[in-house]
């Protein structure tokens, strides 16, 4: 959205006078500047993208991550190879679909990121804002250890030899080391797995014993910052220009491993291991389980990401063509990085002579054991490696940057005044934001780190996001209503979204939402690594004190509203999940463009406000 403002007396200002107010503002602020009081009002100055393109891209890298690479093949394979297809892509039309247009619906009609845009929504559950805020910060404090690892594989790239792929190194355990595939032997690991484990992160036994820093990687890890910060410290102006390579870029990376890796012997029997249905699968609900979590960390839902990046968009950017597009390239992507993976897969499966499934592993190890191993016996390997580790670097960067681009939205929306006097420019309040992420991420590049970063993936991205995605579906959807999300749609597109979309939104969504939340609550299990390490009660006990930081926002903020409002408890309740704007009499305008003109308003940290006060002052 443009620029907006507002005052007591006087409503919108019209076009040109707030073009006037902005250059003036720009004059003495900076283009960046969140606010600046004139006259009576304070005008609500927001950047916004470029051009449309640039938030399409923008949404395509940071749905299409590390995740496509390793989580989405390995979950196909393992729960019933192209059966799971079906699933998957069901979910993706009755839940990922339409929560996604859902989030931009919110983020482009409020110009607002995630914590005011939910707290003016639902003021009950205003604390949602502010968990999917915690969350996205709390991931890209370890989500950057990953592009830390593709960085010193890529500038390992680069010999004749690579460094995993022999037994003939100082870090090696020469007895239990071996140079291929260790069969059924289970006391022996690859070169590349010993290289992963004793070089990379000099793994000690446990998260018990941290032991000392790993230089190189904590070397690394700030430049994967120094990255992240130069795509981001000018807002959308500069993450808008990076995204034209980083969200295309790895596009053809990918083609072109795909057709070096299907002339490869063995490439076929991987895809067809990939793709073959079991059909009994289908039967199991676990497998449906998985394909909407795949779903919910692949586009994001729930982590504020998607609001903050439509937040930018003008008034009447089609969301709706925009929805379409992420999602169906999102879901391609994951089928076409399956099919170069798994042919890489059926290629060692070849030349180790042992089963596909032997090979095939989750998570990290998939791109940075499993697909190492591939590449040293491949023509010119140096270049596909390079290439790989490269592509890998370019998906990161793309999610890490809109996770970091929601804390900086929020502290902005909240106490960008504040903040700008402080720190004078914005650039700086990036810089703050990115050098506080380092600092809680240092852990991860210890001799321990790799506990501490399962610990931190399972509790953050596995049992928080679930909560989140759940309580903010039942704010919008059912708090808030089909009802006025669809007189924002079409007031900002000029049609009702279809009967799909309110059918989802009112019934389908929400309740597929609830399935998952209780089916992983119901299986739940404790964090692992690997197959054998269990983490002692004292880390489970840290982990869920992770999980807590996001989710104990929800019920804190709920209290502060029930107990901040005046009235009996109904009157409390009545007005708590009632939005902020429709409290204020507007005359003879509609519900939807009294919520919207309340919402120009720059917000003074709302998360904490009476409600009953905002209305009568409103009113005034």
């Not at 729960?79 to 998957?88: E, L, T």
């Not at 928080?464 to 007189?487: K, P, Q």
Request: hydrophobic residues 50%; neutral net charge.
């Amino acid at each position: 959205m443009g620029v907006g403002a507002q005052t007591a007396q006087d409503g919108l200002l019209s076009p040109s006078a707030a073009q006037e107010q902005k250059a003036r503002v720009e004059s003495e602020w900076g283009a960046e500047a969140p606010g600046k009081e004139v006259g009576s009002g304070q005008l609500r100055v927001r950047e916004t993208w470029s051009r449309r393109l640039e938030f399409t891209l923008a949404c395509v890298g940071y749905a299409v991550g590390l995740g496509n690479v390793w989580r989405f093949p390995y979950l196909c394979y393992r729960s019933g190879g192209g059966a799971f297809i079906i699933p998957y892509l069901v979910m993706v039309l009755l839940c990922g679909i339409p929560l996604l247009l859902m989030e931009y619906t919110i983020g482009q009609y409020t110009s607002l990121g995630p914590v005011h845009a939910l707290a003016r929504i639902c003021p009950l559950l205003k604390g949602v804002g502010v968990a999917t805020v915690v969350i996205s910060f709390l991931l890209c404090t370890y989500y950057n250890v990953i592009i830390t690892w593709a960085l010193y594989y890529l500038f390992n790239s680069f010999r004749a030899t690579f460094p995993w792929q022999s037994c003939n190194n100082t870090w090696n355990v020469v007895e239990n080391c071996s140079d291929g595939f260790a069969r059924n032997a289970t006391h022996l690991k690859s070169a590349s797995q010993q290289f992963f484990d004793y070089r990379l992160l000099g793994m000690s036994s446990g998260i018990e014993q941290p032991g000392n820093m790993q230089w190189n990687l904590f070397g690394l890890l700030i430049l994967s910052w120094i990255i992240v910060y130069f795509c981001i410290f000018k807002g959308v102006k500069s993450s808008g220009k990076v995204v034209y390579f980083t969200a295309i870029f790895p596009y053809i990376i990918l083609m072109i491993l795909l057709i070096n890796n299907v002339q490869l012997p063995g490439a076929k029997d991987g895809i067809l291991f990939f793709l073959t249905p079991d059909w009994s699968k289908l039967l199991d609900v676990q497998v449906w389980v998985n394909a909407a979590a795949q779903i919910f960390n692949s586009l994001g839902i729930g982590f504020g990401s998607m609001i903050s990046m439509a937040s930018y968009n003008k008034f009447n950017n089609n969301i709706l063509r925009d929805t379409f597009i992420v999602a169906v390239i999102n879901s391609v992507t994951s089928i076409f990085a399956g099919l170069v993976i798994f042919s890489a897969i059926g290629y060692m499966s070849h030349l180790h002579n042992l089963p596909v499934e032997d090979i095939a592993t989750d998570g990290p190890g998939l791109v940075f054991v499993v697909y190492p191993e591939a590449f040293v016996t491949m023509p010119i390997a140096p270049m596909w490696a390079s290439l790989f580790f490269f592509m890998l670097l370019c998906l990161g960067v793309d999610s890490q940057f809109a996770m970091v681009e929601v804390m900086v939205v929020s502290l902005m929306d909240n106490w960008g005044t504040s903040l700008l006097q402080f720190f004078r420019r914005k650039e700086l309040v990036v810089l703050a934001v990115c050098c506080v992420a380092f600092l809680l991420g240092i852990p991860n590049v210890t001799q321990g780190g790799i506990y501490f970063f399962q610990l931190m993936d399972h509790y953050t991205a596995v049992v928080s996001l679930m909560f989140l995605a759940f309580f903010e579906v039942l704010a919008v959807c059912w708090f808030y209503g089909v009802r006025r999300l669809s007189a924002n749609y079409k007031e900002m597109l000029g049609t009702e979204p279809n009967f799909f979309f309110k059918l989802c939104w009112w019934v389908v969504s929400p309740l597929l939402v609830t399935v998952i939340l209780v089916s992983s609550i119901v299986r739940y299990s404790p964090a692992r690594y690997g197959q054998t390490y269990k983490y002692p009660p004292w880390a489970e006990g840290l982990g869920w004190i992770i999980s807590l930081c996001s989710i104990i926002w929800i019920p804190l903020a709920a209290v502060h509203t029930l107990y901040t409002s005046k009235g009996s408890f109904i009157q409390r309740l009545r007005s708590s999940i009632t939005p902020i704007g429709e409290m204020a009499a507007a005359g003879s305008k509609e519900p939807a463009i009294k919520l919207k003109l309340e919402m120009y308003e720059p917000p003074c940290s709302i998360s904490f406000t009476d409600n009953m006060k905002l209305a009568e002052e409103s009113n005034m």
